[in-house]
């Protein structure tokens, strides 16, 4: 997300809470991702060694390189020009769609969407038939009919239209899960409660050894990292390793040849021809 587009949508919506609101043919290898060895550290002042270069080192990455989540990701989507609860239920709705869905996918949904009429009391009128053909190839596209609608339901009738402005309303709405509800309290209303883990960030955070040891779900990955990631730093790094995996550090083949952290990541030095090799 561009820092202009950034700072639109944080204008534009931010401050504007409601108060009456509730509230291949080759075959491509996979990088294996090695456990810490101190499993059982309790430390509570523990971090990852050398994190701020890493950190600093894929910022310089990402800079170089343009992903799908920077022009297309769902803080893309919402159309400025709408009122600001409305605009809030487009950064909503596209996170609903994200899931399982590439942005490229989700992006042209959210424009046909808009082309109809993105609003509660549009979303309310239309058919799940006809909401299907607008939202499909999204993942789970008949799953996420039936979510948007009863969300959408809920919002007209408990939130006078807009959206909940916690954590753990967000998370009673239908198909809403952690990750949305963090990744809708930064985007729709300016407010960092916490770090969106998709799977990208759950799985580059395993690869760098962020995590004191393995974890097997994006939720345990977000505990473990905002135990110790500064949380002046919780809005970027979402944004950020989303991109990188995206471009780099892929699930399958990524390329550790030209990651600058290619010396110090562990994945990338337990995968290393020369490391195989001993």
Same mark, same amino acid.
């Given at each position: 997300?561009?820092?202009?587009?950034?700072?639109?949508?944080?204008?534009?919506?931010? /401050? @504007?809470?409601?108060?009456?609101?509730?509230?291949?043919?080759?075959?491509?290898?996979?990088?294996?991702?090695? /456990?810490?060895?101190?499993?059982? +550290? /309790?430390?509570?002042?523990?971090?990852?060694?050398?994190?701020?270069?890493?950190?600093? @080192?894929?910022?310089?990455?990402?800079?170089? +390189?343009?992903?799908?989540?920077? @022009?297309?990701?769902?803080?893309?989507?919402?159309?400025?020009?709408?009122?600001?609860?409305?605009?809030?239920?487009?950064?909503?709705?596209?996170?609903?769609?994200?899931?399982?869905?590439?942005?490229?996918?989700?992006?042209?949904?959210?424009?046909?969407?808009?082309?109809?009429?993105?609003?509660?009391?549009?979303?309310?009128?239309?058919?799940?038939?006809?909401?299907?053909?607008?939202?499909?190839?999204?993942?789970?596209?008949?799953?996420?009919?039936?979510?948007?609608?009863?969300?959408?339901?809920?919002?007209?009738?408990?939130? +006078?239209?807009?959206?909940?402005?916690?954590?753990?309303?967000?998370?009673?709405?239908?198909?809403?899960?952690?990750?949305?509800? $963090?990744?809708?309290? /930064?985007?729709?209303?300016?407010?960092?409660?916490?770090?969106?883990?998709?799977?990208?960030? $759950?799985?580059?955070?395993?690869?760098?050894?962020?995590?004191?040891?393995?974890?097997?779900?994006?939720?345990?990955?977000?505990?473990?990292?905002?135990?110790?990631?500064?949380?002046?730093?919780?809005?970027?790094?979402?944004?950020?390793?989303?991109?990188?995996?995206?471009?780099?550090?892929?699930?399958?083949?990524?390329?550790?040849?030209?990651?600058?952290?290619?010396?110090?990541?562990?994945?990338?030095?337990?995968?290393?021809?020369?490391?195989?090799?001993?």
């Amino acid at each position: 997300m561009s820092l202009r587009n950034k700072r639109s949508l944080t204008d534009k919506i931010g /401050s @504007n809470k409601v108060e009456n609101n509730a509230q291949v043919t080759k075959k491509r290898r996979h990088l294996t991702i090695k /456990s810490d060895a101190n499993e059982n +550290n /309790s430390n509570s002042d523990w971090k990852p060694p050398n994190w701020e270069k890493t950190l600093d @080192n894929i910022r310089k990455m990402r800079k170089d +390189n343009v992903a799908p989540v920077d @022009n297309m990701g769902c803080d893309q989507a919402a159309d400025l020009n709408e009122s600001p609860e409305v605009i809030r239920y487009h950064v909503l709705i596209s996170l609903m769609l994200s899931s399982q869905t590439k942005d490229e996918v989700n992006f042209a949904a959210m424009q046909r969407l808009k082309q109809h009429g993105l609003t509660v009391d549009k979303i309310l009128e239309i058919s799940d038939k006809n909401l299907g053909e607008l939202i499909y190839p999204v993942g789970f596209w008949k799953r996420k009919v039936e979510y948007i609608k009863r969300t959408t339901r809920i919002l007209k009738d408990t939130y +006078n239209g807009d959206i909940p402005s916690t954590i753990k309303d967000l998370c009673q709405l239908p198909g809403v899960g952690p990750k949305m509800a $963090h990744l809708c309290m /930064s985007c729709a209303w300016n407010e960092v409660t916490g770090i969106g883990v998709d799977t990208h960030v $759950h799985r580059i955070s395993n690869r760098l050894g962020w995590v004191k040891k393995t974890t097997k779900t994006p939720e345990n990955t977000r505990i473990e990292l905002e135990s110790w990631l500064p949380k002046d730093l919780w809005r970027e790094v979402n944004h950020m390793l989303v991109g990188f995996g995206q471009t780099i550090c892929r699930p399958i083949g990524p390329h550790c040849a030209s990651c600058l952290n290619k010396t110090t990541c562990p994945s990338a030095v337990l995968n290393s021809p020369s490391k195989k090799k001993d």
